[in-house]
């Protein structure tokens, strides 16, 4: 297991992760950018969240994008959730498939560019069984389905600024860093 | 097409593993120059959530959990306190204020951060 759990090993007894690579000196990486604008995105019924907000994105010529869940529901669900790995401390665990409908209850995700410069997309978000239950983690291409009343997002578009892909040496995960557009 | 003044300036933020989530975006305010910020949309992980509950730290069984609409105001001075919802390995979820430098990044935190200077 190289998950610190120990006092020795982890800091104020915060639990640690021991990555594979070196640890970077640059702990926060950040990008100043200029918000092109708000707008709300309604989803027709059947629509693949991911798909839809990427094609919206591209139409307006922009780079890259944040969104938020609004209200409304999804017919179609699966999910990835994050947990122990076996050659690396925290790997990805499913597919899980949810039965639906379930309603949003939050969530909130990126657009951006993978490494080979297609449209990538990032998304952790949280929807609400009949039963009141909560279920959420980690959405997938074309596995997040807008129910038979759409679906609304908030999408905060970006002028000159992205995430883009790239390994991070750290983790070894191909993950999202910021970048001037 | 809406516009929030506070977001005039925006900035993209990306934290390594194992620092504390609610501490690195409070630097990361300060790094930018902000004398408030807030989040506007974040996504990320973490390796084992500990959550605030009235003053009591609840841990939930690690490792590695996906982090989900995390929200509120970052005070670049400390003392931040950021809600969300902690999504398990099994799908389930718990929500609750994160327990300020008890919540370690995991693989990564991506996050869309507005400030006023």
């Not at chain 2, 500990?50 to 989900?68: K, Y």
């Not at chain 2, 929500?95 to 951060?113: H, K, P, S």
């Given at each position: 297991m190289t998950v610190a759990s120990d006092p020795a090993t982890a800091m104020n007894g915060m639990r640690l992760a021991i990555h594979s690579g070196p640890t970077l000196p640059d702990r926060i990486n950040w990008q100043g950018a200029s918000l092109h604008g708000v707008v709300r995105v309604d989803l027709a019924p059947g629509e693949d969240l991911f798909t839809s907000l990427e094609s919206r994105l591209d139409a307006a010529g922009l780079p890259g994008a944040f969104f938020n869940l609004g209200q409304g529901a999804l017919a179609e669900l699966t999910l990835m959730t994050g947990g122990p790995g076996t050659d690396v401390p925290i790997t990805f665990h499913g597919p899980i498939d949810v039965e639906t409908p379930v309603g949003v209850e939050a969530g909130s995700g990126v657009i951006g560019l993978d490494e080979n410069g297609r449209r990538s997309s990032h998304c952790h978000a949280v929807f609400r069984r009949p039963d009141g239950r909560l279920v959420g983690g980690h959405l997938i291409r074309g596995k997040a389905i807008a129910g038979p009343r759409g679906l609304q997002v908030d999408l905060m578009m970006l002028a000159d600024a992205r995430f883009a892909r790239r390994e991070d040496p750290e983790t070894q995960f191909t993950v999202f860093h910021p970048e001037r557009a | 097409m809406t516009t929030d003044p506070f977001t005039d300036r925006v900035v993209l933020v990306k934290l390594q593993p194992n620092q504390d989530v609610t501490q690195a975006l409070e630097q990361a305010?300060?790094?930018?120059?902000?004398?408030?910020?807030?989040?506007?949309?974040?996504?990320?992980?973490?390796?084992?959530?500990?959550?605030?509950?009235?003053?009591?730290?609840?841990?939930?069984?690690?490792?590695?959990?996906?982090?989900?609409?995390?929200?509120?105001?970052?005070?670049?001075?400390?003392?931040?306190?950021?809600?969300?919802?902690?999504?398990?390995?099994?799908?389930?979820?718990?929500?609750?204020?994160?327990?300020?430098?008890?919540?370690?990044?995991?693989?990564?935190?991506?996050?869309?951060?507005?400030?006023?200077?």
């Open positions: - | 305010a300060r790094d930018c120059g902000f004398a408030s910020a807030r989040i506007l949309g974040a996504v990320g992980s973490v390796v084992e959530a500990v959550l605030d509950r009235d003053g009591e730290e609840v841990r939930i069984a690690g490792p590695g959990q996906e982090i989900a609409a995390l929200s509120g105001e970052i005070r670049p001075a400390g003392g931040s306190r950021l809600s969300g919802y902690v999504c398990c390995m099994d799908a389930s979820v718990f929500g609750g204020t994160f327990a300020y430098g008890r919540n370690a990044v995991g693989i990564t935190f991506e996050v869309l951060m507005a400030g006023q200077t």
